[in-house]
């Protein structure tokens, strides 16, 4: 078979309806792929192992980082009271036992450094937050 003289319209071929929905159905199959090659990149590169954007960082002169893990979670417990008293505008006050289930990804409350969460009582106007630590060493949040 010579096919020197006649030309093959590809532009034809590729406008087809058919084809359109396969290109589609083959990308939506690569789609899980492509994400999970992605989160590999970021993670790999260190893009991942960053502190969100909530965290407190260490202030000057720190001792340790059970300091920081306690401010960060009065940060956590300021956040999930914000939305509880969004969410329940009647209320005057809260526990930090009853804002467990508002806690940002089910952050654990576990005492780090002999802190009692569980003496916290919250209320719409508090600005500040702070525990006492085992050793004495009063940790503090405020919201600025």
């Not at 576990?110 to 050793?135: F, I």
Request: net charge neutral; aromatic share 10%.
């Amino acid at each position: 078979m010579d096919f020197s003289g006649q030309t093959l319209c590809t532009s034809s071929l590729m406008a087809h309806p058919l084809f359109t929905v396969v290109r589609v159905a083959r990308l939506k199959r690569l789609l899980p792929w492509a994400i999970a090659a992605l989160v590999f990149l970021l993670s790999f590169f260190g893009y991942l192992s960053k502190a969100p954007p909530w965290a407190v960082s260490a202030p000057e002169g720190s001792r340790t980082n059970q300091t920081l893990v306690v401010r960060n979670n009065l940060v956590q417990v300021a956040i999930a009271a914000d939305l509880y008293f969004q969410h329940h505008p009647e209320k005057t006050d809260v526990s930090v036992a009853d804002l467990q289930r508002w806690l940002p990804g089910g952050l654990d409350l576990s005492p780090v450094a002999g802190e009692r969460y569980d003496s916290l009582v919250l209320q719409p106007s508090s600005h500040t937050l702070s525990l006492a630590l085992a050793d004495g060493t009063v940790v503090e949040w405020s919201e600025k």
